[in-house]
């Protein structure tokens, strides 16, 4: 497809386009969706930019609070000091910086509070939170030991891996120890043991080559992917023994490459040849000799056992029943994917959403000239085989500017029952909400963006691009979304109801909440009895059209019925309404949802007293 500088109304990602294959030779899903572009007027279009004034365009949200990123942890010009990721325990959240780390307490989300700051160079900083426990991830040559700036000067003193924080007191958080990997930890996913509540394993994901052995013992460089002794071709894997965090040690690596090649590339040119920019590019490069020998992002699913791999030039489907030995189910590669980067699953474990992170994230890749299919969404379904088969792509429908460094990036689910909808963020193209519960006909719901910190080239940064900001992650926690901003800060934002998200609806997916959400370890939702969740398979049938006007009338008459009753006329009454739903199953449009409806109305009337 040949991108083009004007505004079409209508982009088709055409078959052609893409190669998928799986290590069996898998078909292509059968659809690619189209995509509906913006016009010149898009509101995201053309803000104003600025610092701490740039224009705002939002639709279906409302910004509740910017907290400002703490003085200590504050320098935007590069990377060096932006944050990055959020994890969340209780009432707090704990956002990542490549200088540290800070602990808000967001009792109050129109005011959060900073409880900490910890100093300490570790980039890139995610964090993960278990307890009273915060893992933090550093990779990259200039981390020390003992957090210090001016960078490693004796490599004995070099930190690479997993570090390991005591936040039992959040406004005095603890160092317990570091955990040296031969990678180091790009990022990292936190698994339980499945039988032993005392004990969670990390999965490393590590993009730098393998550590001398005179700088950590046991590490080496090699090239064959069946090699035991190469550090190379493994994910490093954490057991951390809750109870005693000091003892946390490597336990052994997950070697899941094995048996991958090179993936294919566009026109069968060499896959670094479509290379992203800065250390990934040597990665990429060897991955077209060797095919992936490191992820940039793993995402487990627990309550399925079940693990999705951005592995680069590979998307993976991993069993992790046994997380000290890991069976790979499937690969899939994609010529329109230079950088598999982050998923999401679906609630019911039947699709997965990859992300790919074209240009790395700090190049503007989501100007009008840029193809739809590249720095975006694709959605995978899981077929009953357990392999993967691909559907459409989803790019944020905006144009951006030179100025704004744009790609897809980390997000996770909200939970409203009945639909796959997951908010996520775009780095400088902000933060949207898509549907996708049709993988092909992914949809955009809402979304909120700034303009770009900067007006004009930025003097002396790389290809003149403007300052790196914007959403590193956004994450639905409780009721609310929380988005990282990388220069600014951290974003609290509200849904609010609209033509695609009902009052019910929200309601439904605020009855769900989480004591702890660390978005690489996805906990299985699971809504209660209530009102709002048989409201919001109605209003899911009336959406879709799915049975006549006065039968949908009929049924919320009953049920607001039963809401006006209670004890044992709330259950008749309810039981009524399910019995009226329930011959219509097979009749309708739409029987999945009528079968949910049914349900939840019979599991209403079990739980009124």
């Known amino acids: 497809m040949t991108p083009t500088p004007e505004y079409p109304s209508m982009r088709v990602l055409a078959l052609a386009s893409l190669t998928a294959l799986t290590v069996a030779a898998a078909p292509l899903g059968s659809s690619l969706a189209a995509q509906t572009y913006p016009s010149a007027t898009d509101p995201r279009n053309n803000l104003k930019p600025g610092l701490h004034d740039a224009g705002i365009a939002i639709q279906g949200m409302r910004l509740i609070a910017t907290a400002p990123k703490p003085a200590a942890l504050d320098s935007i010009r590069g990377l060096t000091f932006v944050n990055s990721d959020l994890a969340f325990r209780g009432n707090l959240v704990y956002q990542g910086n490549f200088a540290g780390f800070v602990i808000y307490d967001v009792s109050n989300p129109a005011r ?160 670094a040849a479509r290379a992203v920019t800065g250390a990934d590019s040597a990665e990429m490069a060897q991955m077209a000799m ?19 791999g951005a592995c680069a030039s590979y998307g993976l489907l991993v069993d992790i029943s046994n997380p000290e030995r890991p069976v790979r189910l499937d690969a899939v590669a994609d010529t329109n994917f230079s950088l598999w980067h982050t998923a999401v699953f679906s609630n019911d474990g039947k699709k997965i959403v990859f992300t790919d992170e074209w240009g790395g994230g700090t190049s503007p890749n989501c100007q009008a000239m840029h193809p739809l299919e590249m720095g975006g969404n694709t959605t995978l379904v899981i077929g009953a085989d357990r392999k993967l088969t691909q559907h459409a792509y989803f790019k944020i429908p905006t144009a951006q500017g030179a100025q704004e460094n744009c790609v897809s990036h980390n997000g996770g689910l909200i939970p409203v029952p009945g639909r796959d909808i997951m908010v996520q963020g775009w780095y400088q193209g902000g933060v949207n909400i898509i549907d996708f519960t049709d993988p092909d006909k992914p949809v955009e719901i809402a979304y909120f963006d700034r303009g770009p910190v900067d007006d004009a080239p930025v003097e002396g940064q790389a290809r003149g691009r403007g300052t790196i900001a914007g959403s590193w992650g956004a994450y639905w926690y409780n009721g609310l979304i929380y988005s990282a901003e ?28 989480m004591e702890e959400y660390n978005p690489q370890s996805q906990p299985k939702l699971v809504w209660p009895a209530a009102f709002p969740v048989v409201r919001s398979y109605v209003d899911q049938l009336a959406r879709g059209n799915a049975l006549p006007a006065q039968l949908l009338g009929e049924i919320r008459n009953g049920i607001d019925g039963a809401e006006r009753a209670s004890g044992a006329q709330r259950r008749q009454q309810l039981v009524m309404v399910a019995n009226m739903v329930q011959p219509l199953v097979q009749r309708s449009r739409d029987p999945e949802r009528l079968r949910l409806l049914n349900q939840a109305l019979r599991d209403l009337a079990g739980a009124t007293r």
Request: aromatic share 4%; hydrophobic share 35%; net charge neutral.
């Open 112 to 271: 959060p509070q900073v409880l900490s700051t910890v100093e300490c160079i570790t980039s890139q900083g995610d964090p993960s939170v278990v307890g009273n426990l915060l893992f933090v991830s550093a990779e990259g040559a200039g981390n020390r030991n003992d957090c210090a700036k001016g960078g490693v000067q004796n490599p004995q003193d070099h930190m690479a891996g997993v570090r390991i924080y005591d936040v039992s007191n959040p406004r005095a958080p603890r160092f317990i120890k570091n955990v040296q990997t031969c990678k180091g930890s790009h990022t990292h996913t936190v698994i339980p043991h499945p039988t032993d509540r005392g004990v969670v394993y990390i999965y490393v994901s590590g993009n730098q080559g393998a550590r001398p052995a005179s700088e950590l013992a046991g590490c080496r460089n090699g090239s064959d992917p069946a090699d035991e002794s190469n550090s190379l071709y493994r994910l490093d894997v954490i057991k951390v023994p809750l109870a005693r965090p000091q003892d946390a040690e490597v336990v052994t690596g997950a070697r899941i490459f094995t048996g991958l090649g090179p993936a294919p590339a566009r026109g069968g040119r060499a896959r």
């Open 486 to 513: 990388m220069a600014r800060g951290l974003d609290i934002l509200e849904v609010l109801p609209s033509e695609h998200l009902t009052a019910n609806e929200l309601a439904a997916a605020k009855l769900v909440t």
């Open 290 to 308: 060797n095919g992936p020998r490191n992820c940039h992002d793993v995402t487990a699913y627990p309550a399925m056992n079940l693990l999705a």
